[in-house]
């Protein structure tokens, strides 16, 4: 399974409300697809997202 973030990656979602989290788990979905479990700051919430709904934070002062 290869990954775009790894477990500790500061990321926000790349649409919505560019919420900030950080990854704290990586799996596959049923149809093989790579999902992240990202804790989100404030909120101490998880959301599972796809790759392609994360980007990489430049700020890491989170």
């Known amino acids: 399974m290869a990954s775009k973030f ?3 990656d500061k990321v926000h979602q790349a649409f919505s ?3 900030a989290g950080t990854v704290v ?3 596959t ?3 093989g ?3 992240y479990a ?3 700051f404030g909120h101490r ?3 599972i997202a796809s790759e392609s709904s994360l ?3 430049d700020d890491l002062a989170v």
Request: hydrophobic letters at 55%.
């Open 17 to 19: 409300n560019h919420a």
């Open 38 to 40: 990202v804790e989100m």
């Open 6 to 8: 790894v477990i500790g």
């Open 45 to 47: 919430t998880i959301q």
């Open 25 to 27: 788990a990586i799996f």
């Open 55 to 57: 980007v990489a934070r």
């Open 33 to 35: 697809g790579v999902r």
């Open 29 to 31: 979905d049923q149809a």
